[in-house]
Nanobody, 125 residues
């Protein structure tokens, strides 16, 4: 069993920056692709970004490309999401997820095996 705990969400002004963290348990953390998803009230869970186990490959949703950066520190079992130039439409609960198998279908939440509890990000206009 893998435990994921997100942190860093808060209220921030539009145009501001925020860094989310996801701390994971497990000695095989470096084997897992790690993704960030978000979900606003009444909306479906939406893919934000994913990073390969090694950290060499990253992918982003078009809506966040150029503004968000995903990274990981496998020595610390932690994944980060640096969010810059935040917009009100970025407001959502942000979830960290782990994929044991590194699926190419990384935008699909069903491909992830473990999920954190989420952290609220609110961007004011």
């Amino acid at each position: 069993q893998v435990q994921l705990v997100e942190s860093g969400g808060r209220l921030v002004q539009a145009g501001g920056s925020l860094r989310l963290s996801c701390a994971a348990s497990g000695r095989t953390f470096g084997d897992y692709a790690m993704g960030w998803f978000r979900q606003a009230p009444g909306k479906e869970r939406e893919f934000v970004s994913v990073i390969s186990g090694s950290g060499r490959a990253t992918y982003y949703a078009d809506s966040v490309k150029g503004r968000f950066t995903i990274s990981r520190d496998n020595a610390k079992n932690t994944v980060y999401l640096q969010m810059n130039s935040l917009k009100p439409e970025d407001t959502a609960v942000y979830y960290c997820a782990a994929d044991r198998y590194g699926s190419t279908r990384y935008i699909d939440p069903d491909n992830y095996d473990y999920w954190g509890q989420g952290t609220q990000v609110t961007v004011s206009s």
